[in-house]
């Protein structure tokens, strides 16, 4: 009885983080009218594409700017819902959109398995480390950590990774705890192997068992000296297990630094940056602390983990957890590609020492549920766009009602409306692209389509630009009441929601359409 009473509160803390996560799962899943999903990455050129080719070619992916384990795993759920007759059938047999969407799928749910797990590996960390209640709020906040709910819904590594150096920061307390007990030393090796496998970077969780063993010298009960070798060993053996055609066409894996494999996107990508997305914002460090940090997990939540620092510095079991942390900042702040999701691998630390501080509070009952009842608000923000009609099918049922030759900035992606299947960088028959040359619009026939996607960063870096003087002139020239502005706001949302992270917005970008 013991033992059930006490495996209860994990399951709690499990079944509340799928609950949350399943809300509004089918969002922007691919359809007959739409053949691409509404997130960018969930596209035939990443995940579901490899997919495709192990479908078509064998087990080699052909695509290795992610590692391999996330292809694999969504592959294996693919054929399991195959084999359950739970896959989408089309109208036609040439039909492409339903292996699109049940592959997707497949890869959603393994963001949700692993989202929901995340959650009990929080609860497990802050056990090892002698919280009681504090293990409970630890769990429950990363069940409703905003950021990780948000792409819990999306076939994305970056969800899975954080699972796997949860996982392993969880080992290594726990090895920490027994450090004569060699298998939790060889659990912590193995899971930063797949953490690797799932994202290169988050391999860098490597560094906490290494700390660990060499705390874990001083002490008394000494851990075996062949366990720092074979810690390394032991994860690069899982790595390789993972993705194991970084061996079997290293060439292949190693890519051609220009858009394609290891090294471009361990290399090239962070110098490069993306576009202009991260133009001006400053260093990485600061725009990650203010900016990108306080939408995965709010801001009371982030200064609570801050705060936190301070006593877990006292604890050395805390020290693995603290090098890791600091070491994987400095490198995500150096570079210059700066998507909110590259810091979810430092929340469920975050959140541990978050616990730790309300632990020390008085009255910690009450700081806990008013943390609790922030999270949960934050949730239902990222939530609230998933479960409401898109901008996007908003913008193309009105143009349907009102009538118009739509009007396109450029070629359609997945911020743009549907206004046919393919809409990934394909032209439209029928539907004019301008860019941003007014002249080109007859005002009496064509209706000019603008996705906050496609002028955001521009009227940010060049308020005087050709962007921001086509945006004032389609608002003069328009007519008031038929023109529309198509945008998700939900109206319980935090304050400070006004402009958002790029990978943020993905689910409910403003859509503007000018009659």
Excluded at 81 to 106: C, E, K
Excluded at 117 to 129: H, I, N, P, S
Excluded at 151 to 179: I, K, Q
Excluded at 398 to 405: A, D, I, M, P
Aim: a positive charge; proline letters at 8%; charged letters at 15%.
């Amino acid at each position: 009885m013991s033992r059930l009473r006490s495996s209860l509160v994990p399951l709690a803390v499990f079944v509340l983080a799928l609950v949350v996560r399943c809300i509004g799962f089918g969002w922007g899943l691919p359809e007959a009218t739409r053949w691409g999903s509404y997130h960018p990455d969930e596209s035939t050129h990443q995940i579901v594409g490899a997919v495709f080719s192990i479908l078509r070619d064998g087990p080699n992916p052909h695509f290795f700017n992610y590692p391999s384990l996330s292809i694999y795993a969504t592959g294996v759920i693919y054929f399991v819902l195959q084999i359950a007759g739970l896959t989408t059938q089309g109208t036609s047999p040439n039909d492409v959109w339903p292996v699109v969407r049940d592959i997707i799928v497949a890869g959603r749910l393994f963001s949700v398995l692993c989202g929901s797990l995340t959650a009990v590996c929080a609860w497990g960390m802050a056990k090892e480390v002698g919280l009681r209640r504090g293990a409970l709020l630890s769990g429950i906040l990363l069940a409703l950590c905003p950021g990780l709910v948000q792409h819990s819904h999306f076939a994305t590594v970056d969800v899975p990774a954080t699972f796997f150096v949860a996982a392993c920061l969880w080992a290594t307390l726990r090895a920490m705890n027994h450090p004569q007990q060699t298998k939790w030393w060889i659990w912590s090796a193995i899971l930063a192997g797949l953490a690797a496998g799932t994202k290169y970077n988050a391999g860098l969780v490597i560094i906490a068992p290494l700390v660990a063993l060499a705390v874990a010298r001083k002490s008394e009960d000494k851990p075996a000296k062949w366990l720092f070798p074979a810690t390394i060993g032991l994860a690069a053996l899982a790595f390789f297990v993972s993705t194991p055609y970084s061996l079997l066409s290293f060439s292949e894996f190693w890519g051609d630094k220009k858009e394609n494999g290891f090294a471009y996107e361990l290399l090239v990508h962070p110098r490069q940056g993306s576009g202009d997305i991260f133009e001006g914002t400053g260093l990485g460090w600061i725009y990650h602390l203010t900016f990108n940090l306080p939408f995965v997990l709010t801001w009371p939540l982030l200064i609570a983990g801050l705060a936190g620092v301070f006593w877990a510095a006292k604890d050395r079991r805390h020290w693995p957890l603290l090098a890791f942390a600091l070491i994987y900042f400095l490198i995500i702040g150096a570079s210059n590609v700066r998507f909110m999701r590259y810091t979810f691998l430092l929340v469920p630390p975050l959140l541990l020492w978050a616990s730790i501080v309300v632990s020390r509070l008085p009255k910690p009952r009450i700081w806990a549920s008013l943390l609790a009842i922030i999270a949960l608000i934050g949730t239902e923000n990222v939530l609230y766009p998933l479960v409401t009609t898109d901008p996007r099918d908003q913008a193309v049922a009105y143009l349907r009602q009102v009538g118009g030759n739509p009007t396109l900035i450029g070629k359609p992606w997945f911020y743009t409306p549907p206004f046919q299947p393919n809409n990934n960088n394909v032209p439209v028959p029928g539907v004019k692209i301008v860019g941003f040359d007014a002249s080109k619009i007859n005002p009496q026939t064509d209706t000019p389509i603008v996705s906050e996607y496609e002028v955001r960063e521009a009227v940010r870096l060049h308020p005087d630009g050709p962007e921001a003087r086509f945006l004032a002139e389609a608002k003069k020239q328009s007519v008031t009441g038929k023109s529309r502005e198509f945008g998700s706001i939900d109206p319980a949302a935090l304050p400070g929601r006004e402009f958002e992270p790029h990978d943020y917005l993905y689910t409910h970008p403003h859509v503007w359409l000018y009659r």
